[in-house]
């Protein structure tokens, strides 16, 4: 298990040595997109921890609507 102090001792210069090597690896262009994949996983990771289930209506469905 990791240390939890080892946390607490990341300054804002280790901080912006990490955002730069990502955005070496990732580039520029790319940031948006992971921003938004790691969104959407925290999203549906805390929706799976409470239980929730988003249910859409059956009536809202834009394929069967024939138009």
């Known amino acids: 298990m990791a240390n ?3 946390l607490a001792t990341i300054g804002w210069q280790e901080l912006l040595l990490i955002l730069v ?3 070496l690896i990732f580039g520029g ?3 948006p997109q992971l921003g938004k994949g790691l969104g959407e996983f925290v999203r549906n990771l805390k929706s799976g ?4 289930e988003e249910k859409k209506p059956a009536g809202n469905d834009k394929e069967g ?3």
């Open 29 to 31: 262009s790319r940031l």
């Open 4 to 6: 939890p102090t080892l």
């Open 49 to 52: 921890l409470r239980g929730d």
């Open 21 to 23: 090597i990502v955005v």
């Open 65 to 67: 609507s024939g138009r």
